[in-house]
Nanobody, 114 residues
Framework: QVQLVESGGGLVQAGGSLRLSCTAS????????MAWYRQAPGKQRELVVI??????NYADSVKGRFTISRDYAKNTMYLQMNSLKAEDTAVYYC?????????WGQGTQVTVSS
């Protein structure tokens, strides 16, 4: 079992930046896919970025603005979000897939005011 705890959400003006964090309850060894998703009100949850098999893939809507990174020593994954837009407003979730097991964080609200 792995617990994921997110932090870093908040209210920011358009054009601003936020950094989200996702800390795992234990060190993950082996193959793991790591991702950030988001869900806006009235919309389906969508993939923002995923690291899988050594490759990183971003949704077109965030390319060039968002960056995923990891600190293995802290068991933490980050999402740096720059040049935020009103349409980035959503609850952001981190996600780990380890084999057939999928783990989600509790979600953190990001609100971008225009």
């Amino acid at each position: 079992q792995v617990q994921l705890v997110e932090s870093g959400g908040g209210l920011v003006q358009a054009g601003g930046s936020l950094r989200l964090s996702c800390t795992a309850s234990r060190r993950i060894v082996g193959n793991v896919d790591m991702a950030w998703y988001r869900q806006a009100p009235g919309k389906q949850r969508e993939l923002v970025v995923i690291i899988s098999g050594g490759s990183t893939n971003y949704a077109d809507s965030v390319k060039g603005r968002f960056t995923i990174s990891r600190d293995y020593a802290k068991n933490t994954m980050y999402l740096q979000m720059n040049s935020l837009k009103a349409e980035d407003t959503a609850v952001y979730y981190c996600n780990y897939q380890i084999g057939s097991s999928v783990y989600w964080g509790q979600g953190t609200q990001v609100t971008v005011s225009s």
